[in-house]
């Protein structure tokens, strides 16, 4: 797929008088946004955990790298392909899990599992997600890549029954978020008073599972604050152990993938205990105020990992707006990326046609990054390719 491409077909649009939907900027697409969102919605996006520091430290460390392009390489043909467990990607962008998208646009995650698919991107469906798996897997259609997003139920038949409807979707890898056993201390949520999930938002998978409905005396439909009061509790307020990984790989036959992870010992621990890939990410900032720039905890965990000598995929997630962030994951140990916000403001300005806006603009710039920066495949880039500041 000839990703650069979007940026003719803008260019030769103009000559009919057309412009983009809206701004080709990823870093200004948050402001646009606002516009399109009220002000709870805007803030439950836009927002991150405390001060904001984690979320500016992540912007800024990609800032503090720079790629340092090499001349007369002859990457004219370029070829983004990857496999990244077991999943055959056009480039190595996967959407993150983006829960409650209802709140953006009325169709959310449907919008944006048909985005991904007629892209071929792999969409992550999140367990808080607006709509059900199988109708975000329905949205996603046969063949569609996907990957299904667990918040850890504290309920054992529960969490195997959310995972056996994500395997029979054709959800094909488990990504159990780690970072988000109880919600941060997040000002702009807090100062709105604004939590999707205690509306009743962002429930559609547990509200639909026939193993959480056989605990409550009616139906979510007929009782909404009872299902309320039995899921928040559920999924939120009570971290897990390693010793618990188990309980996970008996009821997902597929890859497992952790996310959250930012701590080197942390991602050898996860190799030791066989799992297959890691996210590092810090959640978009979302989380722990004051923490280390994702992109920083990135290259020290590369080398543990390598270390380990298991093969365990790394994924990156937190910050990334443009190809050349891609990049520099990539070049700092990374498989893959994870994009959050960026694809959720374009659901916000227009449905699925906004989602698919801004991945084919982060996808052209990639690309094109790519090839002026001297590389024909992304599997090229190693920190050799970066200048930084400390
Ligand atoms: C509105 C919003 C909702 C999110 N919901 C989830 C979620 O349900 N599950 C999850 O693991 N991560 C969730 N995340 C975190 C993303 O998966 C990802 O880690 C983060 O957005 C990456 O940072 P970025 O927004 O700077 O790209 C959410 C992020 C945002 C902005």
Known sequence: MNFANYQNEIYLHGLEGRVPPFTTDATALGASARDHLDAGAFGYVAGSAGSGATHRANREAFDRHRLVPRMLTDATDRDLRTTVLGTPMPA????????????????????TARAAASLGL?????????????????????????????????????????LDRARRAGFTTLVVTLDTWT????????????????????????????????????????DLDAAVLRWVPMFTGTDKSWSRLPFLRRHWDGPIVLKGIQHPDDARRAAEAGIDGIVVSNHGGRQVDGAVASLDALPGIARAVERTGSGMEILFDSGIRTG????????????????????AYGLAHGGEDGVRHVLR????????????SGHRSPAELTPDDLWHRP
């Open 183 to 222: 919600l941060a201390w997040r000002p702009r949520d807090l100062d709105q008073s604004y939590l999707p999930f205690i509306r009743g938002v962002g429930t559609a998978i547990p509200f639909s599972d026939p193993a959480f409905r056989a605990g409550l005396a009616k139906p979510p439909e007929e």
């Open 92 to 111: 190595p962008v996967v959407l993150a899990p983006v829960g409650v998208q209802s709140i953006v646009h009325r169709e959310g995650e449907l919008a």
């Open 324 to 343: 050349s962030d891609v990049l520099k994951a990539l070049a700092l140990g990374a498989r893959a990326v994870l994009v959050g916000r960026p694809f």
């Open 122 to 162: 792999t969409m992550t469906l999140s367990t808080a997600s607006s709509y059900t798996t199988e109708q975000v897997a329905e949205a996603s259609g046969p063949g569609s890549p996907r990957w299904f997003q667990l918040y850890w139920p504290n309920d054992d038949d529960v969490c195997a029954s959310l």
């Open 361 to 372: 603009g982060l996808l052209a710039d990639l690309d094109l990054t790519l090839g002026l």
